[in-house]
């Protein structure tokens, strides 16, 4: 078997402006990868940017991947990829119970983590090699849903039926999400507020691994979906044994 190698290939991470992309986004600099970010905020991405030292193999742009025209053009240069990641999730007002869900903030849920996706894989998978592939983030939300977690549940067990899909339909591009469990990043703002980290020390109490994750944890996982060239149309779960409590 021939590794696939990093040292050299062109990969898109989409939601690399923080968080558990952004950690992929280093991760994958440091082996010798071309990187570009993209996200909706620029002040996010030039944050990045200088994040990551303003890296000669570091490129950013702007995106909205619930638009169409938008990732459209993403793509329109023409330029070959090796990899895409998505990481990216707009969950601000959707941990909501049920008579307080705002149908707008399930919506963006839907457009980030499901058409999102769908749209990156119609435009991206053109650029792509034979030996390329595409990654998504879903969550273990879709296993072990909580009351105010429904619409992320939802949309992360269809992203996961997407990725079984597109597994086929797009072979032998290779199609992966990793499902992380409760990862310490600025998305939990939205979900906890200042409860943030009494929240995370608690789960980190049940969880077997005795911790919540860190992004590092999720860029590993992602780093092995897209080297292992016998893996399509898998969820890898990283949830420090969520699942079993």
Known sequence: MTAIRIEG?????????????????MRLLAEGASVTIAGRSRAKLAAARRHLGDHPKLATRAVDIARE????????DGEPLDHIVSTA?????????????ELAAAQR??????YGPLLLAKHGAAHLPPAGSITYTS??????????????????????????????ELAP?????????????????????????????????????????QPEDIADAIRFLIGNGFTTGAILHVEGGHRLV
């Open 9 to 25: 290939a062109k990969v898109l991470i989409v939601g690399g402006s923080s968080g558990m992309g952004l950690a992929l986004a």
């Open 69 to 76: 025209v938008e990732v459209a053009a993403l793509f329109q």
């Open 89 to 101: 999730a707009d969950i601000e007002g959707a941990y909501q119970l049920l008579p307080s869900i």
């Open 109 to 114: 849920v839907v457009e980030s983590k499901f």
């Open 139 to 168: 969550g273990v939300a879709a296993y072990r849903p909580a009351a105010r977690g429904s619409v992320v549940a939802a949309v992360n067990a269809a992203l996961e039926g997407l990725v079984r899909a597109l597994a086929v």
């Open 173 to 213: 591009i290779r199609i992966n999400a990793v499902s992380p469990g409760w990862v310490d990043t600025p998305i939990w703002g939205f979900v906890a507020g200042d409860a943030k980290q009494a929240t995370l020390d608690a789960m980190a109490e049940r969880l077997p691994a005795g911790r919540v994750g």
